[in-house]
């Protein structure tokens, strides 16, 4: 088992910056992907970024990648993204979730944090 807890969400101007966290705990933390998602009301989760254990190789959404940047700390357990220039169309629970494979695919991740809110205001 993983246990993923998410923070950092919170209330955001259109252009702000913001960083989330994800805390993990339980099995070895660095054998794993670990990944965002994020789900508006009314749409279905969709992928944001995944880096692989490594801590190299990396993963975006579509037109994500410029503006988001994913990193993590092994050492800390601690999975990150930073998310830059905010749009109110980033409004959004974000999830962690980690994998044991390197993959964009939701179904592929097996274990799933609870979701932070970002919302972002224009």
């Known amino acids: 088992q993983v246990q993923l807890v998410e923070s950092g969400g919170r209330l955001m101007q259109a252009g702000d910056s913001l960083t989330l966290s994800c805390a993990a705990s339980?099995?070895?933390?660095?054998?794993?992907?670990l990944g965002w998602f994020r789900q508006a009301p009314g749409k279905e989760r969709e992928f944001v970024s995944a880096i692989h254990w490594n801590g190299r190789n990396t993963l975006y959404g579509d037109s994500l990648k410029g503006r988001f940047t994913i990193s993590r700390d092994n050492a800390k357990n601690t999975v990150y993204l930073q998310m830059n220039n905010l749009k109110p169309e980033d409004t959004a629970v974000y999830y962690c979730?980690?994998?044991?494979?390197?993959?964009?695919?939701?179904?592929?991740?097996?274990?799933w944090g609870q979701g932070t809110q970002v919302t972002v205001s224009s």
């Open positions: 979730a980690a994998a044991s494979v390197f993959s964009s695919t939701l179904e592929r991740y097996d274990y």
């Open positions: 339980g099995r070895t933390f660095s054998n794993y992907t």
